[in-house]
């Protein structure tokens, strides 16, 4: 069975500032592992996604997140934080079928001005 | 783009009340699943279905059964609805031809309040 921990609640940056959305999973076997985005009152949409190639994965709006199997860790990172990344984030692993994926709690993401 | 339609974003119902949810895939995608979502539980699968009339319970599935009798198309239902199944719904499917690497797509989600 696989699990996911996402480290913080909420996450409050200002513009500009760097994002760091924390991400801990627990997998038995090599995962996939996702991280999906939220905006308010709209469907949740694929940021980006790892699948055993290289361990620092890019995705769209500048956001990347790096595999690190030896502290089963896949932060989630952006240099500088714009007020449209305001939204929750979610940290998704996958099983070795890739049918059943199991979501963590959440990191809502705060941009202020 | 792969649209994932469900047919209603809001809904309000009465305890005991059959309740179903309805969703349509456009783009011939084999698996289809519905999830819940809490604040601070993230999302959790109820069920999914890799294939028409196939079925699968996800983690939580009490008090709920799906339908599909066709591919595009996957039914929640609520056979007896009560208050603690308020909750966003939310549907999505995926190609399912990839092991490890099956990238969702979502509908906007079904807010369901039971009263």
């Known amino acids: 069975a696989q699990s996911v921990t996402q480290l913080d609640s909420h996450v409050s940056v200002s513009e500009g500032t760097p994002v760091l959305l924390r991400c801990n999973y627990s997998?038995?076997?090599?995962?996939?592992l996702f991280w999906y985005v939220q905006h308010p009152n709209k469907g949740l949409q694929l940021l980006l996604k790892?699948?055993?190639?290289?361990?620092l994965v890019k995705g769209i709006n500048g956001f990347e997140a790096e595999f690190k199997k030896s502290e089963t860790s896949f932060h989630l990172t952006k240099p500088s934080a714009h007020m449209s990344d305001a939204a929750e984030y979610f940290c998704?692993?996958?099983?070795?079928?890739?049918?059943?994926?199991?979501f963590g709690g959440g990191t809502r993401l705060m941009v202020k001005p | 783009d792969v649209k994932v339609t469900q047919s209603s974003r809001y809904l309000v119902k009465r305890t005991g009340e059959k309740v179903f949810l309805e969703c349509v895939q456009d783009m011939d995608h084999e698996n289809m699943f519905w999830y819940r979502q809490d604040p601070g539980l993230g999302l959790r699968l109820i069920y999914f279905?890799?294939?028409?009339?196939?079925?699968e319970k996800g983690d939580i599935p009490e008090g709920y059964s799906v339908s599909r009798e066709k591919k595009e198309r996957f039914s929640l239902i609520l056979e007896s609805a009560s208050t603690n199944q308020t909750s966003m719904y939310l549907c999505?499917?995926?190609?399912?031809?990839?092991?490890?690497?099956?990238?969702?797509?979502f509908g906007a989600g079904s807010r369901l309040t039971v009263l």
């Open positions: 790892y699948t055993s190639a290289a361990t």
């Open positions: 998704v692993v996958s099983d070795w079928t890739g049918n059943m994926l199991t």
């Open positions: 999505a499917s995926s190609l399912g031809t990839v092991a490890g690497a099956n990238v969702l797509t």
């Open positions: 997998s038995s076997y090599s995962p996939s």
């Open positions: 279905s890799y294939d028409v009339k196939m079925k």
